[in-house]
């Protein structure tokens, strides 16, 4: 690639993250890693007459973000539009066919089409860059694609959604339920107006399955992983939860193992003094185990402009500076094809909630049933509930946590329960996190 004393920046998208990282250029209008400069020297929104937090009014408007990606006025693409597909994937599509260095936060795109992306960046000798779409200021994606390539990493964990973050510690602080805490945080602008895609689980299962992508050297692949959101963690089990020691968090991993990768999001249990359980609020937090290098922690601000927009200068600062690295761990073309592992047999500890009759023996048909479906107990919670709410459907609670089983076992022996006359609804499976 050419030596550029001045890199010009087309920027596509001037929302939250684009507007950031313009303000950041114009307080650093020097910003000149290693010498080159940056400038923007054009930029492409839906609407020209928006207001903004930052005046573009003396920003070259281009209407088409295709138009931008592929202009002879610049030399770095910033694509900060978000969306698997449309604009967001025409536009990066055109300027790596054009030749030119792309700088995206857009996870969906990545986790969604990074493999055939990585192909095509990688034909043209340039790079395709993704640190604000992980973690958003956290540089994870620089610590499992750059600084871990020399170990083998076996797992990666964590929470990687604030919106959802958030929601579940307000939950458990204030004694509110789901929706109300969601009206709340989209009301504070934490949650967008379509919670979907936080709530649901779909943007950590995209954060996720990038990470599994460059740990692994096997192509991204979104569609494998297994994906529940917090939509139905009621505050009853955040309570009983913490009863038994733990706090609910939705937790997203990565394993590897010799039969191929499991790429999962769960709202899931983890002790109360667990690090992940102590990231409380928007944060996000990530264990990282290596074969080599044993276990690291990191932390930090997920979402949000300044963050984000730092994560993208950064990546503007790498393509400045650095020769092309390969968009994942490997060249694209030695990317391993994803081979998933089929979540019934993957192995871990569980909780769960039942709602039975107030009668005696229920414990121990519970108790029998679980033991002659393989299900062995570690331990039992009853507890008397005042004012009990409606998800018991008249009943009293039972909580229990089993010993590692494999989940096929699992939920056949759950199939079991639910069929007891004394269990009055299908009982509430979370899985103990295993971290
Ligand atoms: N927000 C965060 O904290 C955060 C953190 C990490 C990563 N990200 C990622 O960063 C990207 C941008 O997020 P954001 O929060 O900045 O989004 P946003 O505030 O919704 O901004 C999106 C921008 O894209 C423009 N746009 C939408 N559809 C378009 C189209 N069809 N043609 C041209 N422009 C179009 C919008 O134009 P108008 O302004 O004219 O409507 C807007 O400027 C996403 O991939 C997101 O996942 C965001």
């Known amino acids: 690639m050419t030596k550029h004393k001045t890199w010009r920046l087309g920027v596509a998208g001037l929302g ?100 055939e992306l990585a192909v095509l960046a990688e034909a043209k000798g340039v790079p395709l860059l993704f640190e604000a779409a992980v973690m958003g200021g956290v540089p994870a994606v620089k610590i499992v694609r750059e600084a871990l390539v020399g170990d083998d990493i076996r797992s990666i964990a964590g929470i990687l959604n604030g919106t959802c973050n958030f929601i579940l510690t307000e939950m458990e602080a204030t004694g509110r339920s789901f929706g109300e805490v969601l009206g709340e945080a989209q009301r504070l602008g934490y949650a967008e107006a379509d919670p979907t895609m936080d709530v649901g689980g779909f943007d950590a299962a995209h954060k996720i399955s ?56 769960h709202p899931s ?16 937090a990530l264990f990282i185990d290596g074969a080599r290098t044993g276990r690291i922690f990191i932390q930090g601000p997920g979402a949000g402009a300044g963050p984000t927009a730092a994560a993208v200068a950064a990546d503007i600062a790498d393509v400045m500076t ?45 108790s029998e049933t679980l033991a002659e479906a393989g299900v062995s107990i570690e331990s039992f919670l009853q507890k008397p509930i005042e004012n009990a709410p409606a998800i018991l459907k008249g009943g009293v609670p039972i909580v229990l946590t089993t010993h590692a089983v494999a989940e096929s076992v699992l939920k056949a022996a759950i199939e079991r329960i639910a069929a007891l006359p004394a269990v009055l609804d299908r009982p509430r499976l979370l899985r103990i996190a295993r971290i």
């Open 322 to 366: 650095t020769g092309t690295r390969p968009v994942f761990q490997v060249p694209a073309s030695q990317l391993e094809p994803f081979k998933p592992v089929d979540p019934a047999k993957s192995i871990g500890r569980a909780y769960l909630r039942l709602s039975v009759k107030d009668e005696p023996g229920v414990i121990a048909a519970v």
């Open 16 to 115: 939250t993250v684009g507007t950031g990282l313009l303000t950041f250029l114009a307080d650093h209008a020097k910003y000149a890693p290693a010498g080159g400069q940056a400038v923007v020297t054009g930029v492409s929104a839906r609407s020209r007459s928006r207001p903004r937090p930052f005046d573009i009014s003396g920003l070259p408007w281009v209407d088409d973000p295709v138009a931008l990606a592929t202009s002879a006025e610049i030399d770095i693409f910033v694509e900060l539009i978000g969306g698997s597909d449309g604009p967001a994937k025409a536009a990066v599509e055109a300027a790596l066919g054009a030749g030119k260095p792309v700088v995206t936060a857009n996870k969906a795109l990545i986790a969604e089409h990074g493999a």
């Open 269 to 284: 249990l983890a002790p109360l003094a667990h690090p992940l359980a102590q990231a409380g609020g928007a944060l996000n």
């Open 210 to 265: 990038i990470l599994a992508a460059l740990a692994f050297g096997c192509a991204p692949n979104f569609a494998a992983a297994e994906i529940e959101g917090i939509e139905n963690v009621d505050l009853l089990d955040i309570q009983l939860a913490r009863d038994l020691g733990y706090r609910i968090k939705l937790v997203a991993s990565a394993d590897r193992s010799s039969d191929g990768v499991l790429v999962r999001v």
